[in-house]
């Protein structure tokens, strides 16, 4: 909110024998701004028992980036990059899943059926340590890596790779770049946490995503602001 404010300066002008008559001598109008700054927008959500949450999105080629923090669970956690469906992470969506023995994986899924692009050795990540992952995937011929329309790299920063330069994933088998043709279509960015799970800074194509847009579609989550260094 602005607010007007208005200023008088006198200034004392002698007379004489007269005495002294005090003049306005200048009369002007001063804007004082006393807008507090926006808060800061949310861009973390945190699962507090598992479940989907998901985003609306149409993008199926481009880039994506996100930091994500896994804890020590039971089950796997899942990243749908796009997904045609917002209710399952098994189905017609490209994915990343890291399950309990710290495997980083990237699959396909067309309907229900899987294909595996790559995997890691076992403890590829470690949990509670903040990661930084990229994907990217070409729009033209080798628009971001020397690949075809279509290709997928994914890459990863944070932790033992440091945080610094990105480091490609590299898979203990598949392929990194790797080959996909089967989706060029989106509706979704979904995610498939255990509780404890976190996601924060989604970058889609340069445009940044407010934690408080996500949809919950089952389990609970909660959002915050959390700039803890990677």
């Known amino acids: 909110m602005k607010k007007l404010l208005t200023i008088i300066i006198a200034i004392p002008i002698s007379l004489g024998c007269f005495g002294q008559m005090t ?10 701004d006393t807008a507090t700054a926006a808060p800061a927008e949310d861009n973390t959500i945190s699962c507090t028992s598992d479940g989907i949450a998901y985003i609306a999105s149409t993008v ?3 880039y994506w980036e996100y930091d994500f923090r896994r804890t ?5 956690t899942y990243i749908a990059i796009l997904s045609e469906v917002n209710g399952a992470s098994n189905q017609d969506n490209i994915r990343t899943y890291i399950n309990v023995n ?22 590829y990540t470690v949990a509670n340590t903040w990661y930084r992952l990229r ?5 033209t011929l080798n628009e971001f890596f020397t690949g075809a329309i279509g290709d997928i790299r994914v890459l990863i920063k944070g932790g033992s ?14 392929t990194n770049p790797t080959s996909e043709s089967a989706h ?7 995610i498939n946490f255990d509780t404890g799970d976190q996601l924060r800074d989604l970058d889609i194509n340069g445009a ?13 989550y909660e959002t915050s602001v959390n700039n803890d260094p990677l």
Request: proline fraction near 3%.
């Open 23 to 32: 003049m306005n001598a200048r009369h002007f109008t001063a804007r004082l």
């Open 161 to 174: 790779f440091g945080t610094g330069s990105w480091t490609v994933i590299a898979p203990d088998s598949g």
């Open 208 to 220: 940044t995503i407010n934690a408080d847009d996500f949809t919950i579609g089952s389990g609970t």
């Open 72 to 76: 020590t669970g039971t089950t796997n």
């Open 184 to 190: 060029n279509t989106s509706d979704y960015f979904l």
């Open 60 to 62: 199926y080629e481009g």
């Open 102 to 123: 710290e495997v980083f994986a990237v699959r396909e899924y067309t309907g229900f059926t899987p294909t595996d692009y790559f995997e890691t050795a076992s403890a």
């Open 135 to 139: 994907y990217e995937r070409n729009t």
